[in-house]
């Protein structure tokens, strides 16, 4: 049996969790099935989860989060129902939004709109750059995020 000196159950379970959440909600369903089918042909049955647990391991090791410091979160008037993914947001305000990628933190979308995580030093511009432009054949709102009131 290996060693699992540096690996803690406990601190694996949120991140699974993260996971698990994440390809619920977020991932567009075509895209995963495509890298699905992939590993399926490309990987033996009996190393599937050999591979998956490297994969795992490697993913745990370069694992930096998405979080930006002093990160301010922005409402997106955009959501799922508009076939909105991360990676589409990502374009829209790295593109439009002229903010360097690095900058760009958690991302959360729900059905009807959406929440960015951004460095606070570029919240401002992208507000400016893309409060109002048409996206995907709607008028987009973007402003900061209103904290949820403690009730």
């Known amino acids: 049996m290996g060693k699992l000196d ?11 969790e993260n996971i ?10 075509d895209n995963l099935n495509a890298y699905r089918k992939a590993f399926k042909k490309t990987v033996p049955f009996s190393m599937r989860s050999w591979v998956t647990a490297y994969m795992f391991k490697e993913l745990c090791s370069k694992r930096t989060g998405r979080t930006v410091p002093d990160g301010l979160s922005l409402f997106v008037s955009i959501g799922r129902n ?4 991360p990676k ?16 760009i933190g958690d991302i959360k979308i ?3 709109y959406s929440f960015i995580t951004i460095g606070k030093t570029a919240a ?3 507000i400016d750059n893309l409060d109002g432009i048409d996206f ?11 904290k949820k009131s403690a009730e």
């Open 110 to 112: 729900l059905d009807n």
């Open 20 to 29: 698990i959440k994440r390809v619920r909600e977020d991932e567009n369903s």
């Open 6 to 16: 540096n690996i803690n159950s406990a601190d694996l379970l949120p991140i699974v």
């Open 82 to 85: 508009r076939k909105v993914y």
């Open 88 to 103: 589409d947001l990502v374009h829209l305000f790295v593109n439009t939004g002229k903010v360097d990628r690095a900058l």
């Open 124 to 126: 401002e511009e992208a």
């Open 136 to 146: 995907r054949g709607r008028k987009l709102t973007v402003n900061f995020a209103k």
